[in-house]
């Protein structure tokens, strides 16, 4: 059978180099962008390479709202819910996947239909379940009403599945308790997926906006992203070098997290889709 022709391989090829030159541009541009002034942003024309402000940019950043402060709440945030993530849904994955009671597919499905509830939805009665136990510009008012992870208890019930009973049941036989075959057999051999899932669910939280925007009303309680777009309101001078170097710096985090655990993540993923 003829392959593609030179000149369709050729034109395939120069498709993909525009594309990735589209897709990565925006974020070398940001990197650019906060190492000059805003009189160098707004050159014509623009200035490609970085320069030598990126410090002051960050310094003057710092001086005129609390960066370190949100940055420290968005981590503090993240980094608790991934972990009660983690754990709650390879728990509830595990029961799904593994163990037989009264009413499981029916509860499966239930939780399979949240997952098509849209977050608006939901965010009235939140508020107030929040304002009544007195929870207003504390963590817990973000990290709790997010552990109900649907998508997190189906993505590690999938891959679960795939884990030989007969391990499960040798353990049991040696006389292992139910929490001991969890913590000391599950989750060792679920490293990947939980990897894959923690690095979502960080982003998710890492990234979220309008739930904290509605209840972290207090500045010093206030988020990365919230206070990034705070800088960017209507009706004030914006200095857009300052507010490039707070996105570099919000998107560090997320890059460290997933440089360590991305064999993790891709086998994760290639494996809960191929799992069930």
């Keep these: 059978m003829k392959g593609p022709s030179f000149l369709t391989k050729s034109a395939g090829y120069l498709f993909l180099i525009l594309a990735s030159i ?20 707004f050159q014509s024309p623009p200035k490609l390479l970085p320069s030598g402000e990126f410090m002051n940019n960050i310094s003057g950043l710092a001086a005129s709202a609390p960066i370190w402060q949100a940055l420290g709440n968005s981590l503090l945030i993240s980094t608790i819910f991934t972990i009660a993530t983690l754990y709650l849904c390879a728990i509830a994955g595990y029961a799904f996947a593994k163990y037989e009671f009264k009413g499981k597919n029916v509860m499966f499905v239930i939780v399979l239909i949240t997952m098509m509830l849209p977050h608006q939805v939901t965010l009235i009665p939140l508020f107030k379940m929040i304002i009544g136990f007195g929870w207003q510009d504390q963590p817990q008012a973000v990290i709790l009403p997010a552990l109900a992870n649907a998508f997190g208890v189906f993505f590690m019930r999938q891959n679960m599945m795939s884990i030989p009973t007969e391990m499960i049941e ?3 036989i040696d006389g292992a308790s139910e929490m001991s075959i969890f913590h000391k ?8 997926p939980l990897a894959a899932l923690g690095i979502l669910s960080f982003i998710q939280q890492w990234g979220n906006y309008l739930w904290p925007l509605i209840i972290l009303q207090d500045r010093e ?4 992203p919230v206070l990034l777009s705070q800088l960017v309101a209507p009706g004030q001078v914006v200095y857009y070098g300052q507010v490039l170097a707070g996105t570099v710096v919000s998107i560090v985090p997320v890059l460290i997290l997933f440089l360590l655990l991305q064999k993790y993540f891709i086998s994760g993923i290639f494996g809960g889709s191929v799992k069930g």
């Design 22 to 41: 589209a897709s990565v541009y925006p974020f070398y541009w940001m990197f650019v962008g906060s190492t000059l002034s805003d009189s160098d942003i």
């Design 170 to 172: 040798a353990a049991r």
């Design 185 to 192: 057999i599950i989750l060792p051999t679920s490293l990947p």
């Design 221 to 224: 309680s206030t988020t990365l």
